[in-house]
């Protein structure tokens, strides 16, 4: 029924680069905080680094509950689910952080996206996970669904934006540079890419 994974290749590697969804789960260190949980898409936002290494685009958005988190403690949880073909779900549990633009590893980690135009979608960070635990679940009772296309509303809507502009954008948001824990999240104005 499930089983522990020593490292991402193989079938495993090519079940996570075929979903075109996946979900986020994090928390802050305390009790009484905010877990978030967020459903990510668009093909090719997400990349398989190396055996143990995953990274994912962070795109503009009304918050940064993720960043916060794991600039507080890095733990992240990743989950893909079969909706179409056999059942599966996939989880990956380790550490996270968030790469700026302004991050001397920006050039080496945005070249692992090479079907997507981050340009479009205001990119704020990279989101570089490494697994901690890899495992998988059966994934009987998850439901079949169709895949038709990704949304183009995302790409449209921050195609128009440049840095100074997203910057303006994000400092109107109530949950982007603080958390709704009032963690620190992203750092504004947004940093210049290298």
Known sequence: MGKVHERIDGRLREFIEAQPVFFTATAPLAGDGTVNLSPKGLRGSLAVVDELTVAYLDFAGSNAETVAHLRENGRITLMWCAFQGPPNIVRVHGRGEPVFRDDPRWGELVAHF??????VHG????ILVRAELIRDTCGYAV???????????????????????LSAYFE???????????????????RRRR
């Not at 439901?143 to 502009?165: C, I, Q, T």
């Open 114 to 119: 090479r079907d997507i135009d981050p340009s």
């Open 143 to 165: 439901p079949f669904m169709v895949y038709e296309a990704d949304r183009d509303l995302h790409g449209k809507r921050f195609a128009r934006e440049d840095d100074a502009s």
């Open 123 to 126: 990119l704020r960070a990279i």
């Open 172 to 190: 109107k948001k109530e949950h982007i540079a603080t958390s709704i824990d009032g963690l620190p999240g992203l750092p504004l104005p947004c």
